[in-house]
């Protein structure tokens, strides 16, 4: 079974709404942490944001949030404000707590429109 | 600034030549990872070491192998490439400890295997 699944290959929106990256996940480990990387055409990854199972209130950094519901798995980015800087792919994903291995999900291209 | 460096952005070859791909982190992270990216099939693990000496392989290690004699330094090696080893290529590191702990990613290669 997927660990990560990301179910949008392609998202567009227009410049200065919200968009929401849709993540799952799958664990039975109760410690795990939920990371979202930005890969812009450059091809460099940029960590966005990070949301431990324990933590009790949503990540956010700045326009990022992450949208936590444990009980579903999901774990969805929000990006308030869209920019055109903000086209890029967007990868999530999740460390356990027993081992040092990450994994990511397919990611989702996100094209902003102005 | 932390740093993970690769040390080629590009690298055409030739079929059945032996690459190295060389991967440096100055943080002294305990964790190093080789990834493969291919369109649409996101990022893959190849090999990954917890430890100098030690590796584990990832889901995808058929082709490739691996080096860590110092803890900077991460090498993957493709001992005969091939046409199909043609892709990017994400070193990345991390700390061991707690889940919270992010990889941070070196630039990339892209590799074109003739």
Same mark, same amino acid.
């Given at each position: 079974?997927?660990?990560?699944?990301?179910?949008?290959?392609?998202?567009?929106?227009?410049?200065?709404?919200a968009v929401t990256l849709?993540?799952?996940?799958?664990?039975?480990?109760?410690?795990?942490?939920?990371f979202w990387y930005k890969?812009?055409?450059?091809?460099?990854?940029i960590f966005l944001i990070y949301q431990?199972?324990?933590?009790?209130?949503n990540a956010t950094e700045g326009r990022y949030s992450l949208n936590?519901?444990?009980?579903?798995?999901?774990?969805n980015l929000v990006i308030s404000a869209s920019q055109?800087?903000d086209?890029?792919?967007y990868?999530?994903?999740?460390?356990?707590?027993?081992?040092?291995?990450?994994?990511?999900?397919?990611?989702?291209?996100?094209?902003?429109?102005? | 600034?932390?740093?993970?460096?690769? =040390?080629?952005?590009?690298?055409? *070859?030739?079929? %059945?030549?032996?690459?190295?791909?060389?991967? @440096?982190?100055?943080?002294?992270? !305990?964790?190093?990872?080789?990834?493969?990216?291919?369109?649409?099939?996101?990022?893959?693990?190849?090999?990954? =070491?917890?430890?100098?000496?030690? *590796?584990?392989? %990832?889901?995808?290690?058929?082709?490739?192998? @691996?080096?860590?004699?110092?803890? !900077?330094?991460?090498?993957?090696?493709?001992?005969?490439?091939?046409?199909?080893?043609?892709?990017?290529?994400?070193?990345?590191?991390?700390?061991?400890?707690?889940?919270?702990?992010?990889?941070?990613?070196?630039?990339?290669?892209?590799?074109?295997?003739?």
């Amino acid at each position: 079974a997927q660990k990560i699944t990301q179910t949008q290959p392609g998202m567009f929106v227009q410049e200065k709404e919200a968009v929401t990256l849709d993540c799952t996940y799958d664990t039975s480990d109760p410690s795990y942490g939920l990371f979202w990387y930005k890969q812009p055409s450059s091809g460099e990854m940029i960590f966005l944001i990070y949301q431990g199972s324990y933590d009790q209130q949503n990540a956010t950094e700045g326009r990022y949030s992450l949208n936590f519901q444990k009980a579903r798995k999901s774990a969805n980015l929000v990006i308030s404000a869209s920019q055109l800087g903000d086209s890029a792919m967007y990868f999530c994903a999740m460390r356990e707590n027993t081992g040092n291995q990450f994994y990511f999900g397919t990611g989702t291209s996100l094209t902003v429109i102005p | 600034d932390v740093k993970v460096t690769q =040390s080629s952005r590009y690298l055409v *070859k030739r079929t %059945g030549e032996k690459v190295f791909l060389e991967c @440096v982190q100055d943080m002294d992270h !305990e964790n190093m990872f080789w990834y493969r990216q291919d369109p649409g099939l996101g990022l893959r693990l190849i090999y990954f =070491s917890y430890d100098v000496k030690m *590796k584990e392989k %990832g889901d995808i290690p058929e082709g490739y192998s @691996v080096s860590r004699e110092k803890k !900077e330094r991460f090498s993957l090696i493709l001992e005969s490439a091939s046409t199909n080893q043609t892709s990017m290529y994400l070193c990345a590191s991390s700390s061991s400890g707690t889940v919270s702990y992010e990889q941070y990613f070196g630039p990339g290669t892209r590799l074109t295997v003739t």
